[in-house]
């Protein structure tokens, strides 16, 4: 039964997918407010149709998670008629809740193995310290770090981040704190999973014990500046959707920016390789990581990323030597 609901759910949730693209690709204006009221109010009214199919609902994972859903929706909707700053300043204080409840319903339509597009909002603050941590990390491989020190500097981190994030197990109150200290970068979803800068800390790592150093930084320059530049294409231009709410547009952008960041990085700090060869270290290193950024759904892109990146460009350097 509750397989069945869940499958009658998901056009619902990409409705409310194609909603929340809208909103960051479109900004905010009043006309397309009030377009957008009256589509909101029906998929309250949906799904609260989708819970009355199920026998308990407050007893079940999907009919806790519908409720929650609808619960969130009408809180936005009181707003309709209120001035443009109102609106915007009461979607600001909304969407966290919202995204949680989202959230929260994919998990619990994949437990039932009914796929659900996940969704990530828009996040300035948190693509500026992607980029800035991906060129700190480079600059310290290239001018300050041995490849000993590297594999030391990493450990360190690494250990750590999963210390704190066992911390974040047993302690609700450290859970709260690293949370709310790092609110706006961090993403609705990562109050209750492993942040991604403890996925990011174990990728360093595992570049660092397996991987020489100009592949180090072709692979942090990748997840650096190709990542968030796709990221920002897809949301809003992204038409041709691949899966996993990914769009061709942003692949393809996650591609030529990688490539490029990649063949910037080995130019600038390592001219002693031919251009050929940094080319196709770059675009080896590129792909994959394409690849990877599209399927990531089970394991954090801020892992498979750099690891796909740099696997990707090794091989093309033990295929030309």
């Known amino acids: 039964m509750s397989r069945a609901i869940a499958l ?15 909103l960051e690709a479109k900004g905010w204006s009043v006309d397309f407010w009030e377009s957008l009221a009256p589509r909101l109010e029906a998929m309250e009214v949906r799904a609260r149709e989708l819970i009355a199919k199920l026998k308990v609902p407050s007893e079940t994972e999907l009919g806790k998670r519908l409720l929650q859903l609808a619960a969130s929706i009408r809180a936005a909707l009181p707003g309709v ?4 700053e109102e609106l915007h300043a009461g979607w600001a204080s ?17 437990a039932l193995s009914v796929a659900a597009p996940e969704r990530r909002p828009e996040n300035a603050a948190r693509s500026v310290l992607h980029v800035f941590t991906a060129t700190s990390c480079i600059l310290l491989v290239v001018y300050v770090l041995s490849p000993f020190w590297m594999r030391v500097a990493a450990g360190i981190g690494v250990a750590a981040c999963w210390a704190m994030e066992i911390g974040r197990i047993f302690s609700p109150r450290l ?9 706006v970068v961090a993403h609705p979803h990562e109050r209750r999973d492993v942040n991604s800068a403890t996925w990011y800390t174990t ?18 320059a990748v997840l650096g ?19 996993h709410g990914r769009s061709l547009e942003g692949s393809l952008t996650f591609v030529v920016v990688g490539t490029l960041a990649g063949l910037g990085a080995l130019s600038l700090w390592y001219p002693e390789i031919k251009l050929s060869y940094a080319a196709l270290m770059a675009l080896g290193a590129a792909l994959p990581a394409a690849v990877a950024e599209l399927f990531s759904r089970r394991v954090d892109d801020n892992l498979s990323i750099p690891v796909a990146s740099a696997a990707g460009a090794w091989l093309v350097t033990v295929l030309l030597t």
């Not at 009658?8 to 809208?22: A, Q, Y």
């Open 94 to 110: 909304y969407q966290e809740q919202f995204q949680v409840a989202y959230d929260l319903l994919c998990a619990s339509m994949r």
């Open 225 to 243: 500046l190709a990542d968030p530049a796709a990221a920002f294409v897809g949301r809003r231009w992204g038409r041709i959707r691949l899966i």
């Open 8 to 22: 009658e759910t998901k056009p619902l949730l990409l409705s409310l997918h194609g909603v929340l693209r809208e």
């Open 175 to 183: 859970n709260e704190a690293l949370c709310n200290g790092m609110a």
């Open 203 to 220: 990728a360093l790592f595992l570049l660092a014990i397996f991987f020489l150093p100009p592949v180090c930084v072709v692979a942090l």
């Open 81 to 84: 008629g209120c001035t443009l």
